[in-house]
């Protein structure tokens, strides 16, 4: 196991409603990374955390928004849901100064009706 | 073009067999490559980094050719405990986001 935890595991919500999911990373690990992973897809990259700023963000709108917090846990917040937020919501963790080996937690499963 | 493509799969093999995956990336200022292997409806765990000189771990090896912007995984001896969804990724380096490929399912049967 990599001591990454994600909360809640499934999570069922509808359009337009707002939603939070929360990480927290592995011990020693200084930097928390989202992805969202479509079915039948490779996760995509949402943004990542360091030193509790944003230190590098993909191509989501800016209704996806997160937190680090100073124990290097991670909240990523989503508003206004559309159906295709239906994905599975991966944090991962690591330690920046190191080669960049990321540790997934089991996911957070995202259902938009 | 996708930043990373792989084999599009699936791969059924029998037990035993040898198995290689290929991908390509098409960032050439890339510094960190790894493999990612997914079960179903389960988080990606990696499986090993890429080096340019090659590297392996028991049945599993890796290659990076910098210059033609290809990595491959080959697996030998396939199990049954191996049919998963694999997954090039690539990154700028320490810091950086990491991009996946789309995986490759491969299903191995007794």
């Known amino acids: 196991e990599t001591g990454v935890t994600q909360s809640p595991t499934h999570l069922i919500k509808t359009r337009g409603q707002q939603v939070t999911l929360r990480c927290s990373s592995q011990?020693?690990?200084?930097?928390v990374s989202w992805y969202q992973q479509a079915l039948g897809q490779g996760p995509q990259f949402i943004f990542q955390y360091y030193r509790e700023e944003e230190n590098g963000r993909g191509n989501f709108p800016p209704r996806f928004s997160g937190l680090q917090f100073p124990n290097y846990s991670s909240e990523l917040n989503v508003n206004a849901l559309e159906l295709d937020d239906s994905a599975l919501y991966l944090c991962?963790?690591?330690?920046?100064?190191?080669?960049?080996?990321?540790?997934f937690g089991p996911g957070t499963r995202l259902t938009v009706l | 073009r996708k930043e990373v493509e792989q084999d599009p799969g699936p791969f059924n093999v029998p037990e035993g067999a040898t198995v290689a995956f290929n991908c390509t990336y098409s960032n050439s200022a890339s510094q960190s490559f790894f493999w990612y292997r997914q079960d179903c409806r389960k988080e990606p765990k990696l499986l090993m980094s890429v080096y340019s000189s090659g590297n392996e771990d028991g049945r599993f090896t890796a290659q990076l050719n910098r210059a033609s912007q290809y990595i491959s995984l080959l697996i030998r001896d396939s199990k049954l405990s191996d049919s998963a969804t694999y997954l090039c990724?690539?990154?700028w380096g320490p810091g950086y986001a990491l991009n996946f490929g789309k995986g490759t399912s491969l299903l191995v049967t007794p």
């Open positions: 011990s020693g690990h200084n930097t």
């Open positions: 990724v690539v990154s």
């Open positions: 991962a963790s690591s330690f920046i100064q190191l080669n960049n080996e990321q540790f």
